[in-house]
């Protein structure tokens, strides 16, 4: 079942230009599915309209089966860690009680709850402490793992782990999985291309308001990933004639201290090509790899 | 059990606002008034006559703190709106279990807390230090009434100031100016008469402030009911007129500063 459908997905803020522009993907039930774009892209406000904060202008959109019209049932079954930082005025031991209270939590259950997150957030130290006295990083630390608090279906994640530091925010992408495993729906957001590829079963990358590609990690990489550099260790430095026959492949070349360095587009297909043409010069090749193109090769590929 | 939606959000908004800030804010200041300004002019003023009746300046200015009270409790409700924008909890509150109306009744109802609380205290008080109050039925009920209403004017005003404010200093700078004018051309502190300077008449009428301070002092100091009725059932049209405004301009708060 999907926990997310949506349909051709329109929001306009100014009857003009659309914030988000007529985009369709779903998300399963269980399933971590990371939105990526440039700022500005619409992957908030796409949040937004999914966690009904805003309406939509047009289109379909089905929350765990519910119309997007049913906010009320649909926001008692999800979970929103907003891009903004919010925060009652108060310490954060105080803020995660209060949440648990307006969650309706259980005193035992928060009690036991708000343990765990307190230590698998590292917050223990600066419990006691006014949530203004923290810094940006430990206020986002509060922000997320108040959320966890509380039952849901689903959760929407905007930038969550803006300001953490990569310990913290390793355990909070582990601690997101573990319970993507137990069968929570997540949609996430980031600028951290690595952090999408840790995290999630599926990816979507938006521009301009519109969904531009989708598929998991290894599909995007595999077919958007533009150049990828084959590195090969020779017994000496390839000579003119070598280089202008590889040159003629339409490839990059960079050659030094015995290593060659090809970089091309589509490198998979004319790999065996090169070995040839290098051998049949009479170099040997010591050591061959190539570098796998990464998210990021594709975001930059995609989106400029 | 499940507490109500606006019950659960009425706690959160106590819990928040029972800071050390907020109770000098709420207590301090009216029992500063109460005893410093009620003694001390109490030997430049020895009584206060008002349908033959003599009172004694303590006495005449206790309803009128007793309205600050209310006037005071209404920023709690405004403020907390202000403060929920700024920080984004108005967002995250309406992306969970709360609709809009639910979160606005949150507010209505800790300023009513607030207002309940602080009346009971400055009471307490000045029986500790006066040693009498004054009740009859009728009177108490008026009394309740008005500070009831009083709280849902104050809280109004402090609402659509909150909404139509972007910036905090702006926010600041209106309530405190508006805290000192209502204050001090209301009926709080004394009374107004026909030597009261016709202008100073005007804008004194125009304030609610003297209503919720007049109606309380002749049914709770003087126990007298005359003009109570006009003059409250004036306090409940502005009630409602700027509740309204309030209520219109809360609809369009769109999520986002």
Not at chain 1, 55 to 76: A, E, F
Not at chain 1, 134 to 152: N, T, Y
Not at chain 1, 231 to 255: A, F, P, Q, W, Y
């Amino acid at each position: 079942m999907d926990a997310i459908s949506v349909n051709n997905l329109r929001k306009t803020y100014d009857n003009k230009k659309y914030a988000v522009d007529d985009i369709s993907f779903n998300v399963k039930s269980g399933e971590i599915y990371g939105l990526l774009g440039k700022n500005g892209a619409g992957k908030s406000t796409t949040i937004k309209i999914l966690s009904t904060l805003i309406k939509k202008t047009s289109g379909n959109v089905k929350i765990l089966g519910l119309d997007i019209n049913n906010s009320m049932d649909i926001r008692k079954r999800i979970g929103v860690v907003q891009q903004d930082l919010s925060f009652d005025l108060t310490s954060v031991e105080r803020n995660f009680k209060i949440y648990g209270l307006l969650w309706n939590v259980k005193k035992e259950l928060l009690k036991s709850r708000m343990e765990e997150l307190m230590e698998i957030f590292d917050l223990n130290k600066v419990r006691k402490n006014n949530i203004m006295d923290l810094s940006g990083g430990q206020k986002k630390r509060v922000q997320v793992a108040r959320e966890f608090l509380h039952d849901m279906d689903l959760l929407f994640l905007d930038e969550p782990t803006v300001g953490m530091d990569p310990i913290v925010r390793r355990k909070l992408l582990d601690y997101i999985k573990m319970r993507a495993k137990n069968g929570l729906t997540v949609l996430f957001t980031t600028h951290i291309m690595e952090e999408a590829d840790y995290l999630c079963d599926r990816i979507g990358i938006i521009n301009s308001g519109k969904m531009i590609i989708e598929g998991n990690s290894g599909y995007l990489k595999e077919n958007f990933g533009g150049y990828k550099t084959l590195k090969l260790d020779l017994n000496g430095d390839i000579d003119d004639l070598t280089k202008n026959e590889l040159i003629s492949m339409n490839v990059n070349l960079k050659n030094e201290n015995n290593k060659l360095l090809i970089t091309a587009k589509n490198i998979d297909n004319i790999i065996p090509e090169i070995i040839k043409t290098v051998e049949k010069h009479g170099y040997n090749i010591i050591k061959l790899n190539m570098d796998q193109s990464s998210l990021e090769d594709v975001f930059f590929e995609v989106v400029n | 059990m499940k507490l109500p939606d606006s019950l659960r959000l009425t706690i959160r908004n106590f819990k928040v606002n029972s800071d050390p800030g907020t109770i000098m804010f709420m207590l301090g200041l009216p029992t500063l008034y109460l005893l410093v300004l009620g003694f001390m002019y109490q030997s430049l003023i020895p009584a206060v006559t008002f349908n033959n009746i003599n009172v004694s300046y303590t006495d005449f200015l206790m309803p009128g703190i007793m309205a600050m009270e209310v006037m005071t409790a209404g920023t709690v409700g405004g403020s907390m709106l202000w403060s929920d924008r700024r920080f984004f909890m108005f967002e995250q509150l309406l992306v969970g279990p709360f609709n809009r109306l639910s979160y606005l009744f949150g507010l209505i109802l800790v300023s009513l807390i607030f207002s309940i609380i602080g009346n009971a205290i400055m009471l307490v008080i000045f029986y500790l230090f006066v040693g009498k109050l004054i009740f009859t039925t009728v009177g108490l009920i008026y009394s309740i009434l008005t500070l009831f209403i009083g709280t849902i004017i104050f809280t109004s005003i402090y609402l659509i100031i909150s909404i139509k404010t972007k910036k905090m200093q702006t926010y600041n700078t209106i309530t405190i100016v508006l805290f000192f004018v209502v204050d001090f051309t209301s009926s709080a502190f004394y009374p107004i008469t026909d030597k009261t300077p016709y202008g100073l008449r005007l804008i004194s009428y125009a304030n609610p402030l003297t209503y919720i301070t007049n109606i309380t002092r002749n049914t709770l100091v003087f126990s007298s009911l005359s003009g109570v009725l006009s003059e409250f059932l004036v306090l409940t049209i502005a009630t409602v007129i700027v509740f309204g405004v309030a209520l219109k301009l809360y609809d369009g708060v769109k999520p986002g500063m």
